[in-house]
């Protein structure tokens, strides 16, 4: 991942902004859910809203590309967590169906940010060998 385009880190990668976003428009929408979901809900979308932009780290921290590819994976499947807990939280009336619907897009549009990191990945470590 190092030195494609001038990106050193992983907070260089618009993917990783966006998912830190999102985590943190996750912790202030739950701020107002009912306090008997601290420990469900609140805590299940919290840590399934910052295991997304973890993962892009801890796949650049592995030495080779093959291990990297497996993270946003990792990440695609957090967000499909969050987006049904997203819908449930909804249901439920704990959230503003105008705020879910705003994480809702954002959650759409980092899958498909995450879906092409890992292509990209994964030709790279194809065309190495």
């Known amino acids: 991942m190092s030195g494609e385009g001038g990106i050193k880190s992983y907070r260089d990668l618009l993917v990783w902004q966006k998912d830190m976003a999102l985590a943190k428009q996750v912790y202030f929408m739950t701020r107002a859910f009912p306090d008997d979901e601290k420990f469900g809900l609140i805590a299940q979308m919290r840590r399934a809203a910052v295991s997304v932009p973890s993962d892009i780290p801890e796949g650049q921290a592995r030495q080779g590309r093959k291990e990297f590819v497996q993270f946003p994976s990792h990440a695609e499947g957090s967000l499909a967590e969050?987006?049904?807990?997203?819908?449930?939280?909804?249901?439920?009336?704990?959230?503003?169906?105008?705020?879910?619907?705003?994480?809702?897009?954002?959650?759409?549009?980092?899958?498909?940010?995450?879906?092409?990191?890992?292509?990209?990945?994964?030709?790279?470590?194809?065309?190495?060998?």
Do not use: N, P
């Open 82 to 129: 969050l987006d049904t807990q997203l819908t449930l939280a909804v249901e439920l009336g704990y959230c503003q169906h105008s705020s879910a619907h705003q994480s809702a897009a954002m959650i759409v549009e980092l899958q498909k940010m995450l879906g092409s990191l890992r292509r990209r990945v994964v030709v790279r470590v194809a065309s190495s060998h």
